[in-house]
């Protein structure tokens, strides 16, 4: 029989669903092993060859603890909630539910054809309601918390209105609003319901507060900041502004010291653990505050100027207090709150102007830009706190309103930004650091001393002029020593259809209120349109049965509203990393009604043994999951703090891209060798349309680009030759490769050890499809090992197996085994082929070796191993079988073969024990009759013998 991929894998992928050969038990006896791909949006182009590369490896590797005798939970589920589908709804008016379901199917089916050891019995979909009624309970569950910093913890919400109830907030060490208030028992007492409700928002982990965003008008909604690239959405390449609006936020800045102690005790790619390091920011320093002058202030503007009340401070938080001296001007974020309190009337329009011009402006593109230089004067002066002496207002688009506090106080004595900032607006730079080096390489020595022109730091080290600083700052109540983050409270709302509802209702007063938890999930309305309203709403405000009676505790419509008994419901959905941020854990037990998982169930499995997926989900979902778990263990429900042992960031396969070159001004199409000096617009071009030797064909180019149907080709001897170019692989850039299309020639089995062979796991690298030949060719090989003669008779012998056969396999065990265990799975590959090729010269045919061989290869080759195991007479799946046990004594030598020499020049060669000694090497040499023969009857002069070495006659 020969090799039918075709007809072996569509055999062996019916036979694992039909007997759900890969279904894990939550109750085993066996140890547990837990292999997690972050999962997949089904988009509606389906996969390209670059997707599956992390699944082939951790496919790879949850078949081998199989075989190493482990519980393997290894499952797989869809990110189903999103944008695309909500813009093609738009764009057509289907129902996201609809393209959604769609698109599942198109990569179910080709994550099948894959061969892929899935637990389908524990899909997940984000977009499910089954499973965002748990997603809900977890936002219900952290609105219901707050955050202690004595406790180092979540608690529950109730624990803090005891404490309030008792003694007020004064004893309260809690994580919340910069700007909440003080207040004692007795006014707690006093305060109205909805005045506590407002107070509690200010301590809740998810609560609502005006914050500045990235909106998308033509997308109507909000984006996150890896939803933006170069200042346009990701999607649809959109203008993105900053823009405050009031919004649902996480309070993940209440973890930020834990998220970087939790680095510390997982196995994550450095790299990685650095982009989170640098995300969360933290840095010791000191909060100053600088009274804003009021004398400065446009009293027709700032009526509160001339009364004397509100007195208007800008707090800083700076790394460098000993620096607070070298202070010749402020600049705040153009999005600061005081801006519009303290800009004077003279300024008032450029100011006003500057502000609208940085609202186009991304955060992203605003720390990129370090070499322009923007900015206006407010019109104010704040007041040293120390000198005294007036400091000039300014706003600069390079500071930020989400980092620190938008402020900072500018010493361009010390500072190359601030220092640029001074000299383009001529803003006075006095030094008082003259001849001192102040940077931070200077004061990496903690003891160095700081000469300059201050009383308070002349002779001092850095480290004591810091401390006076805070010192000072605190007797003057001007300030005091602070540790602070970069990291910002994680918005959490969407102006958006197709995401979660949040199971959030607004009372009388306009108080947000969730709905019982028993009354889960909240489901998605029906809409006649995706887009916002008219008046600005969200999506949902299209929605006319969108209310929630609190008495029969149900979703009813509109109409019925009387703010009595029938409540409107939130118009905002969740994110995106809503679903992804808890569904690790909701796969152990999917399919649990009553909680999102049974305490047996998650003690059990506990965590994820391994993880992989990309790094680009480095500060959103990998952090946002991360606070998540941390949330749950502070409430009990998760028994570990931090959900993934180990993680990989695999490398992405990339495209070899093909261009057209359209000459500019003429419009002539420029074959790539007559390009020259010409000057083109390269134009990416479906790589389906070029031949191997880089040919463009021309006609079904311009059948599938119309615009080019009358250009002009230019030829380069007959032949229209592209450029090439390796790229992300991608849809938009026409270079994708269809994995159906590699499994309809090649087979899934050699796309998997293809997609391996082409290097470290890691590592991007490049896709040519003429490479996977070599592979298949070496499946045909292996294929013909285990059969013989023309009609290729299944041929395994019960013989012996020889020291040779023995040798090759178990340095293949060997191998394989470490290279899996250290996940090189591109030497893994080799390996066979040396193997088989070995074997093969070998002629091996003894069944103890090549049983182990096929359950060797079968993590890498499912279809194929287990069509061999059932040829080698087994009835069970060899997806269980044992792994080979290496033993190391078959590696080890117990002969050599000598060369033996006649006056130096080697005659023939004769294999002795290794441990025989000189004398005895001698007799056996000189007894043996190739030696008698080369003698003729003489007697030698000498015999040297060196053993494991060499035997020398010398005649």
């Given amino acids: 029989m020969k090799y039918n991929f075709k007809g072996i894998e569509a055999k062996w992928q019916e036979h694992w669903a039909k007997h759900k050969t890969f279904k894990a038990k939550n109750d085993s006896e066996k140890e547990k092993f837990y292999v997690l791909d972050m999962f997949p949006y089904p988009s509606g182009s389906g996969l390209h060859v670059g997707h599956p590369l992390g699944y082939i490896a951790s496919d790879i590797y949850a078949r081998y603890k199989r075989h190493k005798g482990f519980n393997v939970l290894h499952p797989m589920g869809y990110d189903s909630f999103g944008l695309p589908a909500e813009q093609y709804a738009i764009q057509t008016g289907q129902h996201p539910a609809i393209t959604t379901e769609t698109n599942i199917k198109r990569y179910r089916e080709q994550l099948d054809k894959l061969g892929f050891s899935f637990d ?63 207040f004692s028992a007795s006014d707690w007492a006093a305060f109205s319901s909805k005045e506590k409700q407002e107070i509690l928002l200010k301590y809740r982990l998810t609560y609502l507060a005006d914050a500045e965003v990235n909106w998308c008008p033509a997308l109507g909604t909000v984006l996150a900041n890896d939803e933006i690239v170069n200042g346009v959405s990701e999607r649809g ?31 994550w790619p450095q790299p990685l653990k650095d982009s989170q390091t640098n995300w969360i920011g933290r840095s010791e320093g000191a909060s100053v505050k600088f009274k804003v002058q009021a004398s400065t202030l446009d009293s027709a503007l700032h009526p509160e100027s001339e009364t004397g009340k509100g007195e208007n401070c800008i ?9 607070i001296f070298g202070t010749s001007f402020m600049t705040l974020a153009p999005e600061h709150e005081l801006v519009s309190k303290i800009t004077t009337s003279a300024q008032k329009a450029e100011v006003e102007a500057y502000v609208e011009a940085t609202a186009k402006r991304s955060e992203r593109d605003r720390m990129a830009d370090v070499k322009s230089i923007t900015g206006a004067f407010t019109g104010a002066f704040a007041e040293h706190p120390f000198t005294k002496e007036p400091i000039p207002v300014w706003i600069g688009d390079y500071v930020l309103a989400g980092y620190g506090t938008g402020a900072v106080m500018s010493v361009p004595c010390g500072d190359q930004r601030d220092y640029d900032f001074a000299k383009h607006f001529g803003i006075p730079i006095p030094n008082i650091f003259e001849n001192v080096d102040i940077s931070e390489e200077a004061f990496a020595d903690k003891e160095k001393t700081i000469i300059a022109n201050s009383d308070f730091l002349n002779g001092l080290s850095y480290t004591k002029a810091t401390k006076k600083i805070i010192a000072e700052l605190e007797k003057i109540g001007a300030g005091k020593g602070k540790v602070n983050y970069r990291l910002r409270d994680a918005v959490f709302s969407r102006q958006r259809y197709w995401g979660e509802p949040f199971p959030v209702y607004y009372d009388t007063e306009g108080i947000p209120q969730t709905i019982g938890e ?15 309203t008219e008046t600005g709403e969200p999506p949902l405000g299209n929605a006319t049965h969108w209310a929630w009676n609190i008495e ?6 509109n109409n019925l509203i009387d703010h009595k008994t029938v409540f409107p419901l939130e118009l905002n959905t969740m994110p995106g990393w809503a679903g992804s941020s808890q569904y690790f ?17 998650i003690n059990y499995w506990q965590d994820v043994d391994l993880y992989i997926g990309g790094s680009e989900h480095a500060t959103g979902h990998l952090l946002y999951s991360r606070f998540w778990q941390k949330f749950m263990f502070d409430k009990g429900l998760v028994p570990v703090d931090e959900y993934a042992k180990k993680l990989i960031n695999q490398g992405m396969i990339t495209g070899t891209s093909a261009f057209v070159f359209r ?56 032949k229209y030759i592209v450029g090439r170019e390796v790229e992300k692989m991608s849809k938009s850039k026409y270079n994708v490769v269809n994995p159906d299309e590699i499994c309809e020639e090649y087979g ?82 080799s390996t066979f082929m040396i193997c088989v090729n070995e074997l093969s010269a070998q002629k091996c045919t003894s069944r103890k070796i090549l049983g182990p061989l096929a359950i060797l290869i079968s993590p890498y080759a499912p279809h194929i191993a287990e069509e061999l195991w059932q040829g080698l007479g087994h009835t069970e799946t060899i997806s269980h079988a044992s792994f080979p046990k290496f033993e190391e004594h078959y590696l080890v030598e117990s002969s050599k073969e000598y060369p033996i020499s006649f006056n130096g020049k080697m005659r023939f060669t004769l294999e002795l024990p290794l441990d025989m000694g000189k004398e005895d090497i001698e007799k056996s040499v000189m007894a043996h009759e190739k030696t008698q023969h080369q003698l003729q009857g003489r007697t030698p002069k000498k015999v040297i013998v060196v053993p494991g070495k060499i035997v020398n006659i010398v005649g």
């Fill in 663 to 718: 000459e500019e001004g003429t419009g002539n199409v420029i074959s790539k060798g007559l390009v020259k000096d010409k000057k083109v617009i390269p134009i990416h071009a479906d790589v389906s349309l070029v031949n191997s030797s880089d040919e463009l064909d021309i006609e079904a180019f311009k059948k599938w680009q119309l615009e080019y149907t009358d250009a002009q080709f230019i030829l380069e001897e007959g």
């Fill in 237 to 267: 390449g959109h203008p993105v502004i900053r823009k405050k609006m009031t919004q649902w936020s996480m309070r993940i800045t209440a973890y930020a010291q834990r998220l970087l102690d939790g680095l510390k005790k997982i196995d």
């Fill in 585 to 601: 854990n909701r796969y152990m037990d999917p399919l649990n009604g009553d909680a999102i998982f049974s305490q047996e169930t």
């Fill in 120 to 182: 389908w019995s524990r899909e997940v979909r984000t977009s499910d309601p089954r499973y965002y009624k748990w997603t809900q309970w977890i936002f219900i569950q952290l609105f219901n918390s707050w955050y202690n910093i004595d406790a180092d913890k979540a608690e529950d919400i109730v624990d803090l209105i005891a404490s309030f109830e008792k003694d007020g907030n004064t004893n309260v060490n809690a994580s919340c609003d910069e700007d909440t208030p003080e």
């Fill in 552 to 557: 029969t505790n149900n979703v009813v419509g």
């Fill in 748 to 829: 899934a089995d050699s796309l998997r050890l293809y997609e391996m062979f082409l290097g470290p796991l890691e590592q991007s690298k490049p896709w040519n499809t003429a490479g996977i030949t070599g592979v298949h060719s070496f499946l045909k090989k292996l294929w013909r090992l285990y059969h013989s003669g023309a009609e290729a008779t299944f041929s395994v012998s019960d013989i012996e197996p020889s020291k040779e056969n023995l040798k090759t396999l178990h340095k293949t065990i060997k191998k394989v085994e470490e290279d899996i265990e250290n996940f090189s799975f591109n030497t893994s590959v």
């Fill in 518 to 532: 028993k009354y889960l999930p909240l489901e998605l309305p029906e809409v006649e349109k995706y887009l916002p």
């Fill in 315 to 323: 707090e800083v938080f700076t790394t460098r207090p000993d620096t």
